[in-house]
């Protein structure tokens, strides 16, 4: 099966990124040599139009039980439990910026991070040039940060935002994190604030772990937009994007597609088609508003997921986020949520014949691996005890269904009681 690739091939594409970031290094490098013959158009110095910075964060977590692993996001394999852990929210990120001409700029970004491979290999999560078309309007391509949700492009910059991590129940089910392909923007006044839209299409290319397997997000179409006002302290944003397969899921749901077909039965093989994944589309809407002005900061977002695959739920998720800062310290309290639907797929395999009754077992399964039904409460705190570093503290109390596996991967849904307790402590760092 074409999206059924080994840990194996992932780690030799790990290996192409790594090699990838290196050319993009490599890139900038020869345009900063060859720079000074262009400087005379270009006022100031080589220095002046390169630029290096970086990121990172220095995390520990733990939980108050190992019947479901706690994950960031549905890219990590594997959670953390009972024990404290630091790969859940720690990474380390570069950035390269080369101001090649007034109109023209070029940056890349490589992420260590705990991912998809089981380890912390460097990715190239940005390489791309911006162009200026005017001064209202640009143009960008090569690879870019995925903007499907209000602030998901900044997702890894833990600085950048309030409490440790972004909102597992809003962000935790997005496997992907970058597209390859380009995107256009554009600003106009209006009224008293600023009107931004953007377009983009272009191109996956990740994959995210299921089980021992990888799922091939590798080639899928993706395209969307959003809009986006300024007025003041305020800031609105409505996005949309969709994205096609080009994959189907690994085993075990290859497995039990197999086995469906293979009984010849004209009901079961319409049900091995409703949870087929290849060539459907899975759509994502969001809207969301921040409020920052002085000491209080507030978020609010709401989104629906709509997939035409049965092997995904329709789900609908938001939060709310406030903190208020207190000299170098800012306490912050919030609160999230996220419900999914299955859809009715059934095999018409009668119970009575056991290898039947197997694979009705196994449809069953596949469907409610992907179930969410929950709510977390955080309350935490930030304290930026010195330029560019802030040391956070955060307690989640997740509070769900003994059902809502989705976003634990490894969970014991035969002993967990949908009740965790993720204590957080985390070092955010900018240079």
């Known amino acids: 099966m074409p999206g059924n690739t080994s840990r194996t091939s992932a780690a030799q594409t790990g290996q192409k990124w790594l090699s990838r970031a290196l050319c993009a290094s490599f890139v900038l490098t020869t345009l900063q040599l060859i720079a000074p013959a262009d400087a005379v158009a270009e006022p100031g110095t080589i220095q002046d139009r390169f630029e290096f910075s970086g990121f990172g ?22 959670g953390i439990g009972k024990s404290p852990n630091a790969k859940l929210d720690s990474l380390l990120g570069l950035q390269a910026y080369f101001r090649a001409t007034d109109s023209l700029e070029l940056v890349a970004q490589a992420i260590s991070r705990y991912g998809a491979q089981d380890d912390f290999r460097p990715e190239l999560s940005w390489a791309f040039a911006k162009y200026s078309i005017t001064p209202n309007l640009t143009l960008r391509g090569g690879r870019m940060g995925t903007e499907f949700y209000m602030l998901a492009d900044s997702r890894h910059v ?24 380009a995107d256009l923007t554009g600003t106009v006044a209006l009224g008293d604030g600023i009107v931004k839209g953007k377009v983009f299409a272009g191109r996956a290319n990740e994959v995210t772990p299921i089980g021992s397997e990888f799922f091939s997000l590798r080639g899928n179409p993706m395209a969307g937009g959003y809009l986006d006002y300024q007025q003041g302290n305020w800031q609105w944003r409505a996005t949309f994007a969709q994205m096609t397969f080009k994959h189907d899921l690994p085993r075990p749901v290859a497995d039990l597609r197999a086995a469906l077909l293979a009984t010849g039965i004209a009901s079961a093989a319409s049900a091995a088609e ?33 997939h035409e695959s049965a092997s995904y739920q329709d789900s609908q998720s938001g939060y709310v986020l406030a ?39 196994g449809l069953a399964g596949s469907l409610a691996r992907v179930h969410t039904d929950q709510k977390t409460y955080t309350l935490g705190a930030r304290w930026d005890f010195r330029q560019n570093m802030a040391l956070k503290s955060q307690l989640d109390m997740i509070r769900g269904k003994p059902d809502s596996i989705f976003l634990y991967p490894t969970s014991n849904p035969g002993a967990f009681d949908g009740k965790l307790n993720i204590f957080s402590l985390a070092l955010d760092f900018v240079f």
């Not at 964060?57 to 594997?78: E, H, K, M, W, Y």
């Not at 600085?159 to 909102?167: M, W």
């Not at 299955?342 to 077992?361: C, R, T, Y």
């Open 57 to 78: 964060t220095l995390g520990i977590a733990r939980s108050d039980t190992n019947d479901a692993r706690f994950v960031r996001d549905q890219t990590q394999p594997r």
């Open 158 to 181: 833990g600085y950048s935002y309030l409490t440790v991590r972004p909102q597992v129940d809003f962000f935790g089910a997005l496997a992907f994190h970058h597209v390859d392909g």
């Open 274 to 306: 409703q949870i087929a994944l290849e060539d459907t589309r899975s759509r994502f809407y969001s809207v969301g508003g921040v409020y920052d002005r002085g000491p209080l900061q507030v978020q609010a977002m709401l989104s629906r997921i709509r």
């Open 323 to 361: 903190g208020y800062r207190l000299g170098q310290v800012t306490p912050f309290g919030g609160y999230s949520w996220t419900r999914s639907k299955a859809k009715e797929v059934s095999s018409g395999l009668p119970n009575f014949v056991p290898a039947f009754a197997q694979i009705n077992d």
